[in-house]
Every structure is written in C-alpha cells, then in structure tokens.
C-alpha cells in the first residue's frame, strides 16, 4: 500500500513540473516580451515609459537573463504565491482569480450535487427496471439531455424562468450586490442566483451519468455474486444497494480527476451565455487580450488541479477497493 | 416403470411439471419443460446433463430467483409435502418474506464459480454474518461473528479466526468454495441445492470439496439436490439421478441401477463419455456427435433423435416417447418402453 502511494506522489510530483515547464512555454508564446507588451497596453491608454523604466523592469522580470534562469526565476515567485501582474486588470493575478474562485466553487458544487442527486437513483432504476417504461422515459429525456447544446439549454431556461417565474437571469448578483462587500443580503442575493446557472451546468451532466450508471449496474446485475445474495434470502434493496449498486459506483471515483479542473473552470460556454463572474470566461478573456501571466496562471491553477484530483480520486479506489488497498495494483 | 420405492427419509421438496420460459424478442424459449423432482432427507440426487439442458434454471427456479426475462410459467414447487406445513414456493413473489425466508433459510445454495460468486468489496465474515442474521434477526453481531467462525471450522478452513476477516481475492478457489458451503450452511438448512460446485476447481481440490459435502450432507441428513455434467460425480456421491436432456427429465433411477442399467441412449452416451472418475469434465459429449440444439429449436418427436445412435426410423423423429412420470423411476424413450 505504502509503495503504491509512494508511486503515485512521485508521478503527481513529475506531472507538477511539467505543467509549470508547459505554462511557462505558454506566458512566453507571444512575439515580444512581458515589457513589450506592457508598454504597449500602457501607450494605448495614453502613459508612456521611457526607455530607462522598460530596461529596469525588464532586469526586474529577468526578461534579459537566459531562458532557463527566467524559468528559475518566474517558478520561485510562483511557489511564494506571487503569479505576476495582470496587464489587463492592473492588478496581481492573485487578486482577479480570488474572487472568482470560490464563486466558481459555489456554482459547480451545487451543479455537481445536483446532477449525482438526480442521475444516480434514476440510473439505478433504469438498470434494475430494464425495458420498463421508466426506463425507456428515462433514455429518451436521457438522450434529449445530451443532444441540446448547454447553452441553448441555458438561453431557453433564462427566458423561462425570467418570463413565467420572474426569476433573477444573468450573473450572481443583482447590480446593487455585484459590488457590495460581503453581508447577509450579498450572500442572500447569491443563494437566489445559484439555482438557474446550477441547473443548467448540472442537466447536461445528468444525461451522461445517467446513462454511465445503467451501463454500470447493468454489466454488475449479471455477476454471481448478486445470485449468491439473493440465495441468502436478504431483501432486494438491500442486496441491491450493498452490492450491484457500490461496485457499480467505482467507476466514479475515478471521475473526480476531472472533475476538479471541472468545478474551477466552469464551462466557459455556459457561463458566458449567463453572464456569470467565474473562472472560465475570465480565461478566455485572457487569451483573447494576450494577458499571459493570467492566463498561465489560471492554465497553471487547472493542471495542479487536475493532478490533485488523480491523487484524490487515487485515494478514494484505495479506501473504497480493498484489492487495492491490500495489493497495491492499481 | 416400477414406482418409487416407499422411503424411510421423509420427502423435504418435490417438484411437480415444473416450466420456466424466457420471453425474448426474438421468441419464447423454453428453458425447462415439466420437471418432476423429490428430494429426501439425508439423500443425494444427482442431476446431470450436458451444458445448457436447463440444470440451473431448475435450481433457480426453486429459489425464485431466475432473472429476467425468464418466469415460471407453470408447476408446483412443495416444501414439506404431504405435511400440514406444505408450501408452494411458486406461488409466492421473489421478493416476499416468506420465500426469502425459505431461501438460505431451508434451502441453501452452493454455486459453481468460487472466484465470481463472493463479492471482493466486503471480508468473508461480513458475507457470512449476513447470511446468518437474515434468518436470525435477534442473533447480535458478536454471536453471529462466533457462528460464523464455527461454520468455517466446519467446512474446513485452516485458522477460522483469522480467515474471517480476509477477503475472497485472498483466497484460493477451494477455499473460496469452502466458504459458499460455509455461507450455504448459515441459516441451518435442511436443504442444499449445490449447482456445479466442483466444476471450476482443480481435480484434487474437487474430490476433497466433495467429501466434505458427502459428510456434511450426512451428518445433518440434508437433502441435497446436487447438479454436475460429470458421471464420475454422480457415481462417488448420488443416491438417485435424474437425466436431463434439453430442459426435460429423460431418465430417472437408483444410482446402482443407472450405471449397471441405463436405459436411456442419452444416458448411455454420458457413461461413455467419462472412462473413469478422475477424466477432466467435458462440455460435449465425445462418443455421440454433435451438440445440445438450442432449446428454441427442439427437434419434433424424441428431441434426442438427431444425436442417437439407435433412433428407430420413422417413430423417433415423429412421436414423442412418454414422459417419466412424476415421482417414480423410468426413461422417456421408446426402447425403453418395448423392454421394461
Ligand atoms: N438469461 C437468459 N436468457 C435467455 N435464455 C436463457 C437465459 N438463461 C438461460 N437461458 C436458457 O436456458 C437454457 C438452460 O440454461 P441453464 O439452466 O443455465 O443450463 P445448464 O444445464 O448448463 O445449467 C439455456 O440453454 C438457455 O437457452
Ligand atoms: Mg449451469
């Protein structure tokens, strides 16, 4: 068990450094340098730098040192927490992707939670009641769920819930709260705006898991060893549940690797489309204005994420598979 | 056809014209057709056929426990009959206490693959306790623990304490087997229903699995309907045999009688086919050509006709032989009707 860990850390290590050799290679990809750029985006609003300043934060960058001793340089301001200064926000990476975050947190956790809330049990009912007509309902709204492009979802919910409930539509706050310091009525404003943007995240995914946990459960239900329960004489639902249902569950802990990256970044479409302050449109902002150290940063945010997630995910097969647990394959 | 012989050992089970359908899409497929079986206390009967001849639906059946889409379209199956306590198991749902009550509560059931049929999620105690306390509810965890101990002891596995807490993946096939005897025997049944149990298991670890069987079965004088393909099984450990041959009993005797006598050519045929107890256990059958017809397609007549060496031309193929009757001994075939 303790070899299998110890394997596993050390991939996730090696995986670290080449995501920051990759988003390194990326903040560097434009023509020109940092200072370059800089200066530009400072001439078109009007200020100018003299060649003296451009020399001296360029030596303070060490844009005029070697590659390699850039790279030493950038990845220790990196792990000190300092990720460079976003041109288009003037303002450290850190503090335009703060905020951000855990609003991205907040919509993908309930999105989340509502998607295994709802495809799980309808999952398990299609497998255990298969070629019922719950079952054929389920694979059609199943099927209509994957075919409907999320944000067309979200532009016909918006309109829905904006003309017949007269729900809020658009962003996490309302324009008084957007930007309030954080009070009671903030957070109340918040918890209003969740659900539209949560639904929306969390049908797309419940076609596809629903579909995932039939197949599961299917291949499961056919095993021995739920012959073998039976034979006991314990109830069906019990069985059920003990047995089919949590091996038919392992595949999903598999999941939760990508599903990190997931929770921060949103989908940028959807998000967009709502109008929602997350993650996933700011990086897309980035790209498009050539911001590169917010834009590494945030690439760099996903792909240590990823790599935490992998471990977690390594974690949770371990304690929920003893074979694992107790031969360490994997 | 002489009728059964009067036992001594009370009747504990009998199966009367038992059917089991599947309904697929493509057509119904009859996968047991009119089965007529008895088990008596502290005896063996063998039941024997070549692969898909419908051995354990009829074993599944009697549990009620055939998945979908197959269903027991018609058939008794008594519990305790000619008792006060007579119970028609297929009369009852799958689901309803009073069978699951029965099910690993009278009747136990050994299956026939040690490395599929326990589930490598939870240790072996946890599988057997809960096997124990699905017929003892009041038993508390620590004394349903202790009963589980003692059963693996019973069934012979080295170090019960500390074989209780491993998981299947650990074990060896035999002792895995060991263990669905150990789990089959947790609710005290006086019924067992092994179906292949030796099947998957190497030639040494077969002959000691069915020792302990033999002395299980005698010490507790269980009825046990025990279910192989192989001869040599049914000469070291049947008391009675029926044949079976395309979900149909073809032929049904003492084991003695059987083997110096079969009167069936199916039956004849399985003899064959095994020279002696320790040959590997074949799916075909090498002395007679070709293989089971899928039940959908049953040929007209003897169902056998196609295969037999000593089909009479123009009966065999357009006349059905008379049934074994229920409850007695005798052979479905047209030879055996002309010498009795
Ligand atoms: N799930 C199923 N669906 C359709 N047909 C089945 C199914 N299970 C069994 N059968 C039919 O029942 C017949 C008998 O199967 P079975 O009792 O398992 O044979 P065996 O004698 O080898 O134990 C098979 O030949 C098959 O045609
Ligand atoms: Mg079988």
Known sequence: ???????????????????????????????????????????ASGSTVTAEQATALRREYGLDRSVFVQYGLWISRVVRGDFGISMMWRRPVTEVIGDRLWLTMVVSFSALFLTWMIALPIGIYSAVRQYSIGDYAATLLGFIGLAIPNFLLALILMYAGFRYFGLAIGGLFSAEYAEAPWSWARAWDLAKHVPLPACVLALAGTAQLIRIMRANLLDELRKPYVVTARA???SERRLLLKYPVRAALNPFASAVAYLFPYLVSGSIVVSLVLGLPTVGPLLLQALVAQDMYLAGSIVLLLGLLTVIGTLVSDLLLMWIEPRIRLEGRG | MAEQPAQSAPCLLSVRDLVVDFRLDQGTIRAVENISLDLFAGRVLGVVGESGCGKSITARAILGIIDRPGRIVSGRVLLDPGTTRQLDLATLSNDSRELRSVRGGRIGLIFQEPMTALSNHYTVGNQIMEAVRAHKPKMTKPEARAKAVTLLGEVGIPNP????????????????????????LAGDPDILIADEPTTALDVTTQAQILLLLRHLQRDKKIALMLITHDMGVIAQMADEVAVMYLGRVVEKAPVEHLFAAPRHPYTRALLRSVPNIHAKPRERLASIGGAVPHPARRPSGCSFHPRCPEVIAGRCAETEPAPVPAGADGAACFHAELTP
């Open chain 1, 232 to 234: 006991k004489g314990i």
């Open chain 2, 161 to 184: 304490d500390g074989r209780i807490d491993a998981y299947p993946f650990q074990l060896s096939g035999g002792l895995r087997q060991r263990v669905g005897i150990a789990m089959a």
């Open chain 1, 1 to 43: 068990m303790l070899n299998f860990l110890a394997r596993r850390l050390l991939i996730a290590a090696m995986t670290c450094v080449m995501i920051s050799i990759l988003t390194f290679v990326i903040i560097r990809l434009p023509p020109g340098d940092f200072v370059d750029a800089y200066i530009a985006n400072l001439a």
